[in-house]
């Protein structure tokens, strides 16, 4: 099994980073009677809640636990979980619960205000859902769409939102829509995307981008790649369930061949698609390097990015080493607070675990490789990331194409209460040399603008104007002519399709690629 959304914290094991006596009448009901670090165990006040469920716990298919509680309860359940369990416990500023008339606002406070060295906010995924609607996001990888994945290079007027990618044999695939890489999407249902701004305007935006059932029908204006006429498609929304390995290919070079292929979610399927991707470069004579499209893989599973980073190094470089190790904060410096067990290291998996279609236990194919080209965005993140982290650890060299990572070594334990589930950053993940401190993420070597943890290669825009896998691609492109000779185009950083705004960092002008959260998260392997 795999799990953050089906397993909650084990509330017992937690205990406060404080006194764990408080004050007489410390976290009641009808009063805070609060006390600045001092802390009552979470589980005095879980599921004692200001408005009860009743019914059956979708999670549990038991009888929901709640009992009549108030907002003073559930707060102070936040502050408990937090600091036992928060990375940074000893960072938030201990405010009385009792002054907060909304959990919500309240968990916000319940984090650091500290910064990065970029100046960015040191905890950029502090986050809520209703409890249902997160089940349901981790209960499967198929969701309603059309099969085409925007890229939101600008969200604010002027707005720009174009295709990154196409799933096989999906809504955009037909032939009376055919979208293709670096369409722009000019009009949703008669609105303006470029330039709509009521509140009606941005609904039916949102509303035709992301249908929220199969069935729905939204009609879009579009540009096509070198095309200065807008034509009209209707794309009626399906199940959609991604193909995470696609673009599989070999590169002929006068110095070997290289293969290539878009790595896009570390989802269970993965599985299987890896180990063909795998097996298909190692046919004929075998390929000499490896460019890993990593540019739009937000997260997921971790164990496929150690079988990932396993298939890409071989056995005798990870022989006695470690992938990553959850690092809790030191109350819990040898027990992992969420499940109750030690805290061991994942391992580089060399084997099948059951999440395709073949039995555990077999071996996987390897490449043997001591170095590695990816091509990475903003929306490079989390267990992506841990790839580029597993692989240093084990000194494989890293090259970097493209721009600056989304800078996520940290992971979190789904906190349901109440009806919300609480996500607030529990561990950090490390390599085998004990690092994982990328908060600004990862950046090739000559990246100019809010430069992360710096690697070897290029800085390069992300290009709209050629399909992924294209040797003409510009980071692609980039990776190959930095493999013949060691030098870079000039830094660019940013997207090739229309214009930076002006004072927009480089690294932003590569947009957001939207995806389920559940496929932005480390999700841990049992």
């Known amino acids: 099994?795999?799990?953050?959304?089906?397993?909650?914290?084990?509330?017992?094991?937690?205990?406060?980073?404080?006194?764990?006596?408080?004050?007489p009448g410390a976290g009641g009901g009808s009063g805070s009677a609060w006390q600045a670090g001092v802390f009552l165990d979470a589980g005095t006040f879980f599921a004692r809640c200001d408005v009860p469920r009743s019914g059956t716990d979708p999670f549990t298919n038991l009888a929901y636990q709640d009992i009549q509680g108030s907002v003073l309860d559930e707060n102070n359940f936040l502050r408990s979980i937090s600091d036992a369990t928060y990375l940074w416990y000893d960072e938030i500023t201990d405010q009385d619960p009792g002054l907060f008339s909304n959990t919500l606002v309240y968990f916000d406070e319940l984090k650091t205000n500290a910064t990065t060295a970029s100046g960015r906010p040191k905890d950029k995924f502090h986050f809520t859902f209703e409890s249902e609607e997160w089940l349901q996001l981790s209960q499967s990888d198929v969701l309603a769409g059309y099969g085409a994945q925007w890229v939101i290079l600008s969200s604010t007027v002027p707005r720009e939102i174009v295709v990154a990618y196409i799933e096989p044999n999906s809504p955009a695939t037909s032939a009376l829509v055919n979208l293709a890489r670096g369409a722009r999407i000019l009009t949703i249902d008669g609105v303006d995307v470029v330039n709509g701004s009521s509140q009606q305007d941005i609904d039916t935006l949102n509303a035709g981008l992301f249908p929220s059932s199969v069935g729905e029908t939204h009609t879009f204006g579009v540009q096509d790649v070198g095309s200065l006429t807008t034509r009209t498609v209707s794309m009626t929304s399906d199940n959609i369930a991604p193909d995470p390995v696609q673009t599989i290919k070999v590169i002929d070079t006068p110095t070997g061949q290289v293969g290539y292929f878009q790595f896009n979610d570390h989802i269970a399927t993965a599985e299987d698609q890896l180990i063909n991707a795998v097996n298909t470069l190692n046919n004929g004579q075998g390929i000499v390097d490896l460019v890993l499209d990593i540019r739009y893989n937000s997260g997921g599973i971790l164990a496929i990015a150690s079988q990932m980073a396993y298939m890409i190094a071989g056995p005798a470089q990870?022989?006695?080493?470690?992938?990553?190790?959850?690092?809790?904060?030191?109350?819990?410096?040898?027990?992992?607070?969420?499940?109750?067990n030690p805290i061991t290291p994942v391992p580089f998996y060399d084997e099948t675990l059951g999440f395709g279609s073949r039995p555990t236990g077999q071996a996987l194919p390897t490449l043997n490789l001591g170095r590695v080209y990816v091509l990475t965005g903003p929306g490079t993140c989390s267990t992506s990331e841990s790839i580029i982290n597993g692989l240093n650890g084990i000194d494989v060299e890293v090259i970097q194409i493209g721009s600056t990572t989304c800078g996520k070594p940290y992971g979190f334990y789904e906190i349901?209460?109440?009806?919300?589930?609480y996500f607030t950053i529990q561990f950090r993940g490390v390599n085998a040399n004990d690092f994982g401190d990328y908060t600004d993420g990862f950046s090739p070597l000559n990246t100019s603008v809010n430069a992360g943890t710096l690697l070897p290669g290029c800085s390069v825009a992300d290009d709209f104007t050629h399909e992924l896998?294209?040797?003409?691609?510009?980071?692609?492109?980039?990776?190959?002519?930095?493999?013949?000779?060691?030098?870079?185009?000039?830094?660019?950083?940013?997207?090739?399709?229309?214009?930076?705004?002006?004072?927009?960092?480089?690294?932003?002008?590569?947009?957001?690629v939207p995806k389920s959260p559940w496929h932005t998260n480390r999700i841990m392997h049992r």
């Open 318 to 340: 990870v022989a006695g080493r470690s992938f990553e190790t959850q690092q809790f904060n030191d109350q819990h410096p040898i027990t992992n607070p969420a499940t109750g």
């Open 469 to 512: 896998g294209d040797v003409d691609e510009a980071r692609l492109a980039a990776a190959l002519d930095f493999r013949a000779t060691l030098t870079c185009p000039a830094a660019t950083g940013m997207r090739t399709l229309g214009q930076q705004k002006a004072g927009q960092p480089l690294s932003a002008t590569d947009g957001i």
């Open 416 to 421: 349901p209460n109440c009806g919300t589930s």
């Open 1 to 23: 099994m795999y799990f953050t959304a089906v397993a909650m914290l084990a509330l017992a094991a937690c205990g406060g980073g404080g006194d764990a006596s408080p004050a």
